[in-house]
T-cell receptor, first 119, second 114 residues
Framework: AQKVTQAQTEISVVEKEDVTLDCVYE???????LFWYKQPPSGELVFLIR??????QNEISGRYSWNFQKSTSSFNFTITASQVVDSAVYFC????????????????FGAGTRLAVHP | SQTIHQWPATLVQPVGSPLSLECTVE??????LYWYRQAAGRGLQLLFY??????ISSEVPQNLSASRPQDRQFILSSKKLLLSDSGFYLC?????????????FGEGSRLTVL
C-alpha cells in the first residue's frame, strides 16, 4: 500500500543553520510522483517541487535542494542557511500513476514536519 | 491567473449544528476540486473530490457531504456536527489530466466544534 512517512515531527534550528527534512515513501508502482509542500502560519499549502520516479537527478533552487534516492525510497529536502521565514510545516506527498482514475490526482500526504527557525 | 478562495476562515459551532464551507476557484475551467481535512498534528486526509458538476466522490465514510453546484464552486456540508469534525479544512484544485499535476490550495477554514 502507498504510504509517506515523515519521521521528524518537529525540528528547531537557529538561523543560518542547514536543516534536512526526511521523507520516506512506499509504493508498488514504477511510475509515481513525489511532491513537497510548505504550509506557513497563514495556513494554505504552497507547492515547492515535483519529481517523477524516472528522474533521480537532485535539484537545487536557491537555498532549497532535494535529494531523491529510489534505492532507499527517500525524497529528502534540505534548506541551506535557514531563515526565520522558512518556519512552517512541510509536507511530503506521493501520487501513483495506477491510482489516477477518473481524472483526479490522489495525493497521499505525510504527517508533516514542523520547522521552527529562531533568530 | 488562477485563484482559490474559501470561507469562512474561522468557525466555532456547537455540536449538532449544521455546517457549510464554501470554496470557489477563479481563472480556470473544469478544475478537479478537493476537500481535505487536517487534524491537529496529523497529515492531510482527502475527504471528497470532484471531476465535474454534480460529480462527487467520497474517500472516507463520515458525517460530512460535499456538493458542486457550479463548475468552480465546491461546498462542504454537515447536517449535524460532531466533536470529531473539528479541524482545519482545505479546499484545493488541480488541472485534470494526470497524476503529476500539483494541487493548489485555498487559505483553509478552521472549524472548532464545542
Amino acid at each position: 500500500a502507498q504510504k509517506v512517512t515523515q519521521a521528524q515531527t518537529e525540528i528547531s534550528v537557529v538561523e543560518k543553520e542547514d536543516v534536512t527534512l526526511d521523507c520516506v515513501y512506499e509504493t508498488r508502482d514504477t511510475t509515481y510522483y513525489l511532491f513537497w509542500y510548505k504550509q506557513p502560519p497563514s495556513g494554505e499549502l504552497v507547492f515547492l517541487i515535483r519529481r517523477n520516479s524516472f528522474d533521480e537527478q537532485n535539484e537545487i533552487s536557491g537555498r532549497y535542494s532535494w535529494n531523491f534516492q529510489k534505492s532507499t525510497s527517500s525524497f529528502n529536502f534540505t534548506i541551506t542557511a535557514s531563515q526565520v521565514v522558512d518556519s512552517a510545516v512541510y509536507f511530503c506527498a506521493l501520487s501513483e500513476a495506477s491510482q489516477f482514475s477518473g481524472g483526479y490526482n490522489k495525493l497521499i500526504f505525510g504527517a508533516g514536519t514542523r520547522l521552527a527557525v529562531h533568530p | 491567473s488562477q485563484t482559490i478562495h474559501q470561507w469562512p476562515a474561522t468557525l466555532v459551532q456547537p455540536v449538532g449544528s449544521p455546517l457549510s464551507l464554501e470554496c470557489t476557484v477563479e481563472g480556470t475551467s473544469n478544475p478537479n476540486l478537493y476537500w481535505y481535512r487536517q487534524a491537529a498534528g496529523r497529515g492531510l486526509q482527502l475527504l471528497f473530490y470532484s471531476v465535474g458538476i454534480g460529480q462527487i466522490s467520497s474517500e472516507v465514510p463520515q458525517n460530512l457531504s460535499a456538493s458542486r453546484p457550479q463548475d468552480r464552486q465546491f461546498i462542504l456540508s454537515s447536517k449535524k456536527l460532531l466533536l470529531s469534525d473539528s479541524g482545519f479544512y482545505l479546499c484545493a484544485w488541480s488541472v485534470s489530466g494526470g497524476p503529476d499535476g500539483e494541487l493548489f490550495f485555498g487559505e483553509g477554514s478552521r472549524l472548532t466544534v464545542l
